[in-house]
């Protein structure tokens, strides 16, 4: 899941990248308003982490510019700002979550993977698709029962396909999703990634719609 960050601390945003990376998520990163602004008009992103003390332009500016022009993106705040006043105004402008700073890295990773479940329209914390379970908070998948060893890149893309069973996904929108910023892909790179979860998990479970993309086999 790719995942957009705008903090302007280096400290704190480099360290809220890298636990968010060991996580398993995609997660770019920008310093001020403008920045996240002029990319979330360009760029899709599964959820957004943002700050509210920024330069250029404030947090609750860029959360309102999304809301005007209705994108259901995610958000949750992350800021040092701990009244209730400041948490208020920040859900009432659009925000789904808020967190106050210092936090907890595996809570922030929990709230992440509450937010996006939701939003997928699970309900249940693991994703199951015909007789494969994948659990995001743990990183483990499962096939009838027993234990699948996968890279977390195939990992990243196999939830990305269970979450919209049937739901075709193009290779570029697929690149687009499991890498980030600076990320060098191969052009071969998704082909790789499915060749392998179809070894493991069977060469039907995942179909190529040729011309289009991929998807996991409907039930």
Same mark, same amino acid.
Not at 134 to 147: F, I, K, Q, S, Y
């Given at each position: 899941?790719?995942?957009?960050?705008?903090?302007?601390?280096?400290?704190?945003?480099?360290?809220?990248?890298?636990?968010?990376?060991?996580?398993?998520?995609?997660?770019?990163?920008?310093?001020?308003?403008?920045?996240?602004?002029?990319?979330?008009?360009?760029?899709?992103?599964?959820?957004?982490?943002?700050?509210?003390?920024?330069?250029?332009?404030?947090?609750?500016?860029?959360?309102?510019?999304?809301?005007?022009?209705?994108?259901?993106?995610?958000?949750?705040?992350?800021?040092?700002?701990?009244?209730?006043?400041?948490?208020?105004?920040?859900?009432?402008?659009?925000?789904?979550?808020?967190?106050?700073?210092?936090?907890?890295?595996?809570?922030? *990773?929990?709230?992440? !993977?509450?937010?996006? !479940?939701?939003?997928?329209?699970?309900?249940?914390?693991?994703?199951?698709?015909?007789?494969?379970?994948?659990?995001?908070? *743990?990183?483990?998948?499962?096939?009838?029962?027993?234990?699948?060893?996968?890279?977390?890149?195939?990992?990243?893309?196999?939830?990305?396909?269970?979450?919209?069973?049937?739901?075709?996904?193009?290779?570029?929108?697929?690149?687009?999703?499991?890498?980030?910023?600076?990320?060098?892909?191969?052009?071969?790179?998704?082909?790789?990634?499915?060749?392998?979860?179809?070894?493991?998990?069977?060469?039907?479970?995942?179909?190529?719609?040729?011309?289009?993309?991929?998807?996991?086999?409907?039930?």
């Amino acid at each position: 899941m790719r995942l957009l960050l705008v903090e302007d601390d280096a400290m704190i945003g480099e360290a809220i990248r890298a636990g968010l990376r060991k996580d398993g998520f995609t997660v770019d990163w920008v310093h001020d308003g403008e920045t996240a602004e002029a990319v979330l008009r360009t760029e899709p992103f599964d959820l957004l982490l943002l700050d509210l003390g920024l330069p250029r332009k404030g947090g609750l500016g860029v959360l309102s510019a999304l809301r005007e022009r209705d994108d259901a993106l995610p958000v949750i705040i992350l800021t040092a700002r701990d009244a209730v006043s400041d948490r208020v105004q920040g859900l009432d402008a659009g925000a789904d979550d808020y967190l106050v700073k210092p936090f907890d890295l595996d809570e922030l *990773a929990a709230r992440i !993977r509450a937010l996006l !479940r939701r939003k997928s329209g699970r309900g249940a914390p693991a994703i199951e698709h015909l007789g494969v379970v994948l659990d995001p908070a *743990a990183h483990t998948v499962r096939r009838d029962g027993e234990d699948i060893a996968i890279s977390p890149k195939e990992f990243a893309l196999l939830q990305l396909l269970m979450e919209r069973p049937g739901t075709i996904l193009s290779r570029a929108r697929i690149e687009e999703r499991l890498y980030g910023w600076g990320q060098e892909v191969e052009s071969n790179a998704v082909e790789v990634h499915v060749h392998g979860l179809r070894r493991k998990l069977g060469a039907d479970y995942i179909l190529t719609v040729r011309g289009v993309g991929y998807r996991v086999r409907p039930a």
